[in-house]
């Protein structure tokens, strides 16, 4: 017998080694390959914060500026170093990576949670700290306008460091890069997606590279990372530290993406990237730069391209210029997820959602939402026309997502995992402690730009919540006009509704099984027919991100079963779109009591037009928003998958 430790086969060639070998070789492979991944999609814009914090801290115009000390610059670099290590290390990758919703984060993830596991005693907290999560995702969408236009700026305005006569071009070049970004937003990020990471690995060595040869020539330098340094300048010199704060949290710009992306890469992956190659090389690039500004404090004007040697100032414009087009599709991306997470939990409308990949689950597109941003970005590029300005706007997003998720993360942790109420207490007055701070030292810059991520915040929350609201009203009122579906089913079998039976299969969409569709009693009580096989189905949307095909369908007979009607709910996750004709397929003959002929069945949709009515059901200006927003409503023919040819809709008004 052969010995198959020897890998010799049968013709004297070689083979692979063990099966075991074998997978564990695949494995390896397939897992770098995730940690690549994740370097490229993840990382772009935490991974590009260098090039742009220590010159705010130090920025010269600002209305608190540090003054440029050995003693501040030691402070200043101790404090990102420890902020980083806190927020992004302990918050994020240690604790709330932990909290995930069947796989997925994020902040729409930790609000399901707290949904989940809210008892009744603490239903009221629940509904308010789901409220303030709503109020955290829409702060995201402030940082989905503000990350790409101050990542790219500061990435061109490299080309004043390079070229200063070409400083009055970079408010125009970084127009056009953002217009060509938006523009190819519709293809996709499958096909680019596959250099993200080698082009970040690369960002990453190269700006840790040029840490290195700033603490050859200071290594003095490497006493920052002594936390007495941090906290001696935080309580020492507060006045001067607590507004530094308001620049320091540049550093954990993109927190949030770790999480958020956890989902498509695995907290593994997102946690081996960080350790070993982002943390690192962020800290490095951080204390080449301070022992640069300490070397000569003019340096201040650009530490991050002032510590690349001369010859390789151009190559690492275009690798920044690179490397900040990442970030800004990441969170271009995340806010195409949280809309479609929005939407499916009832705090949006329904909107046109394209899949841009076959092959990977969540790479979408959402025209509307595209459009939005890029006009948004381009506002905000041509109003502040430098990173500087806009950077006292940044940091206001970030601390109130941050915050918030903190928040969350511990009523989930004793809700949910029952973790002892001192463990709980310490760990959230120590984590909510750091994270106020930065929010209140942001406060310091309302009327500088903070002002501008707040009203964002504010505008999509009030959005948000007026839809949800809205949403309700409708529902009960449509339910009142509906009438009971058993009802309606008792009344067809009796005849006491005369209806002519016609051949055919007939799909009504409806909210559930309680009530009848308005199209199928428009159909029956105006046209006096209905088909010989009907299906009522519904779909319900689960508050996790996926169900497994197995527990999609549940199929009900209605009390008859041999009347040709029946109803069928479709369960989904909030990170699916739904596909009604495929979803059909799925059904078992034997449960549908009779040959559906989907091929051939039509399908029929109730449009509800909206009319502001007089009843106090909300204020009069929320009404308005309410009828303004289902205008974007995507249409739901396209968005269900129904064939336009064989889709029939019928209309009716509500009143809110």
Request: glycine share 8%; net charge neutral; aromatic share 10%.
């Amino acid at each position: 017998m052969a010995d198959r430790r020897q890998g010799t086969g049968s013709d004297g060639g070689s083979v692979p080694g063990p099966p075991e070998a074998r997978g564990q070789g695949v494995h390896d492979t397939l897992r770098l390959a995730v940690v690549v991944g994740a370097l490229g999609v993840v990382f772009g814009d935490i991974g590009t914060s260098p090039i742009y914090t220590l010159q705010t801290v130090f920025n010269p115009s600002d209305p608190h500026p540090v003054p440029v000390s050995t003693q501040n610059v030691y402070g200043v670099v101790s404090l990102v170093f420890w902020s980083v290590t806190v927020i992004v290390t302990v918050t994020y990758v240690l604790l709330a990576m932990r909290a995930d919703n069947d796989g997925e984060g994020g902040i729409m993830a930790l609000i399901t949670l707290v949904r989940q596991w809210s008892s009744q005693r603490s239903r009221r907290a629940a509904v308010v700290l789901a409220a303030l999560g709503i109020f955290g995702a829409s702060l995201f969408f402030g940082d989905s306008m503000i990350t790409p236009a101050i990542s790219v700026l500061s990435a061109v305005e490299g080309l004043k460091v390079v070229q200063p006569s070409l400083g009055s071009g970079v408010v125009p070049i970084t127009a056009v890069i953002i217009v060509i970004l938006f523009l190819v937003q519709r293809r996709g990020t499958a096909a680019v997606g596959r250099v993200f990471g080698p082009v970040m690995i690369a960002w990453f060595t190269v700006i840790g590279a040029c840490g290195v040869s700033g603490i050859v020539d200071h290594p003095a330098i490497l006493r920052a990372l002594s936390p007495s340094y941090a906290l001696s300048f935080l309580f020492g010199h507060f006045g001067t530290a607590f507004f530094a704060l308001a620049a320091v949290v540049l550093a954990v710009t993109g927190a949030e993406a770790l999480y958020a992306d956890m989902g498509h890469f695995g907290r593994r992956a997102i946690t081996r990237a960080w350790m070993l190659l982002v943390f690192p090389a962020c800290i490095l690039s951080y204390l080449g730069q301070g022992a640069l500004i300490l070397d000569n404090p003019d340096n201040i004007s650009s530490p991050f391209f002032l510590l690349v040697p001369h010859w390789g100032r151009w190559p690492m414009v275009l690798l920044a210029t690179a490397a900040t087009v990442i970030a800004s599709q990441a969170v271009i991306t995340g806010a195409y997820s949280v809309t479609s997470q929005a939407a499916q939990l009832g705090y949006l409308p329904r909107l046109r959602i394209a899949h841009t990949s076959e092959s990977t689950i969540g790479q979408i597109y959402v025209p509307w939402i595209n459009w939005l941003l890029m006009v948004s970005v381009l506002t905000l590029v041509f109003a502040f026309r430098s990173s500087a300005a806009l950077a006292f706007a940044f940091g206001m997003a970030v601390t109130g997502t941050i915050t918030i998720t903190t928040l969350l993360f511990f009523y989930v942790a004793r809700a949910k995992w029952g973790t002892p109420v001192w463990l709980v207490a310490t760990g959230a007055s120590v984590l909510l402690f750091v994270d106020l701070l930065f929010v209140a030292a942001n406060l310091t810059k309302l009327v500088h730009g903070a002002w501008l991520p707040l009203l964002i915040g504010l505008t999509a929350f009030t959005v948000m919540t007026t839809w949800q609201r809205g949403r309700e009203l409708v529902t009960a009122e449509r339910a009142r006009h509906e009438g009971p579906l058993p009802e309606f089913v008792d009344q067809l079998r009796s005849g006491a509704t005369p209806a002519l039976q016609v051949p055919g299969t007939a799909v009504f969409l409806n909210r559930g099984k309680e009530t009848a569709p308005l199209a199928m009693r428009a159909n029956v009580e105006h046209n006096h027919v209905r088909h010989e096989h009907v299906v009522i189905f519904s779909l319900q949307t689960e508050p996790v991100p996926r169900v497994p095909a197995e527990e999609r369908l549940v199929v009900d007979a209605l009390g008859y079963a041999d009347d040709g009607i029946i109803h069928v709910t479709a369960r989904f996750g909030y990170m699916e779109t739904p596909d009604v004709p495929g979803t059909l397929a799925m059904l078992d003959p034997a449960e549908t009591e009779g040959d559906l002929r989907l091929d051939q069945a039509s399908y029929f949709l109730s449009k509800i037009e909206l009319r502001r009515g007089r009843t106090r059901t909300m204020a009069p200006w929320r009404k308005r928003l309410f009828i303004a927003t289902s205008y974007i409503t995507a249409d739901a023919a396209e968005y269900f998958g129904l064939p336009r040819d064989r889709t029939v809709i019928m209309g009716s008004h509500i009143e809110v």
